[in-house]
Nanobody, 123 residues
Framework: QVQLVESGGGLVQPGGSLRLSCAAS????????IGWFRQAPGKELEGVSC????????YYADSVKGRFTISRGNAKNTVYLQMNSLKPEDTAVYYC????????????????WGQGTQVTVSS
């Protein structure tokens, strides 16, 4: 059974950092593009970052460039999202999702999704 599980969310002050993890079971993440999406209350789902399977290319939304870093774990079936310099507007439920090979910005093209992890940035 294909499953993605996010972890690492929590409450952090503005300017702080969190590292989200996306762990897979039932398939090998190395062969899939992994995207991180987020949804704030009352807002649409937003693409945050993605890492391709083919060449490891990474992509970021303009709102997180220079602050967030996506990476694959060494010898672990996990993808990470390191989030630094967090802002209140980063508050959302964060989801990871998988699709074959290449990244796209279209959430509907990702076939497997985790349950989400809450990130709250507040003083």
């Amino acid at each position: 059974q294909v499953q993605l599980v996010e972890s690492g969310g929590g409450l952090v002050q503005p300017g702080g950092s969190l590292r989200l993890s996306c762990a897979a079971s039932g398939f090998t993440l190395d062969y899939y593009a992994i995207g991180w999406f987020r949804q704030a209350p009352g807002k649409e789902l937003e693409g945050v970052s993605c890492i391709s399977a083919s060449d490891g290319s990474t992509y970021y939304a303009d709102s997180v460039k220079g602050r967030f870093t996506i990476s694959r774990g060494n010898a672990k079936n996990t993808v990470y999202l390191q989030m630094n310099s967090l802002k209140p507007e980063d508050t959302a439920v964060y989801y990871c999702a998988a699709r074959e090979a290449r990244c796209t910005g279209v959430a509907g093209s990702f076939g497997s999704w985790g349950q989400g992890t809450q990130v709250t940035v507040s003083s």
